[in-house]
């Protein structure tokens, strides 16, 4: 059997699944956004409802320590868990999007997203400081419970 290139394989779901996203990106571009953003937020939200029937309970603190233990520790840091607040900081993107662009990024976060405002609250605020798809050193990410009166 001939030996077939294996370079550029993806190492995962994930890392094909970005693939396919930046494909779409690259090839429709900025109006592909809403609809990355879109499927991503269902996918966000079927991980939200899987992992808030499976967890003791709802909190911030106890689904960003579950999702957490999934993390690479030589590439993504947790700067901070509580039940206000989940910071991490991450050297590589699992989707490949270094250096492509804050608009893609966003869009694909919104898996991220959706899924502590499914598993958590609708509450949750998501503030994206850096972002390696931007060609930042690392991505400096923060889920907040907002307050109602905030």
Request: charged letters at 30%.
């Amino acid at each position: 059997m001939e030996d077939k290139n294996t370079e550029n394989l993806p190492k995962n779901p994930t890392e094909a699944q970005g693939m396919l996203i930046k494909a779409f990106y690259e090839m429709a571009g900025k109006e592909a956004l809403p609809i990355i953003k879109d499927i991503c937020a269902k996918q966000g939200r079927a991980l939200g409802l899987k992992i808030r029937k499976k967890l003791p309970n709802n909190k911030l603190s106890t689904v960003a320590k579950n999702l957490s233990e999934t993390f690479d520790p030589n590439h993504v840091k947790v700067i901070t868990i509580s039940d206000d607040k989940f910071q991490i900081q991450g050297t590589k993107c699992p989707f490949g999007l270094e250096n492509t662009s804050r608009e893609l990024c966003e869009a694909v976060m919104e898996i991220d997203h959706e899924y502590f405002r499914t598993a958590v609250s609708d509450k949750i605020k998501l503030s994206i400081i850096k972002t390696v798809a931007e060609g930042d050193s690392c991505c400096d990410t923060i889920y907040e419970l907002k307050k109602d009166s905030e």
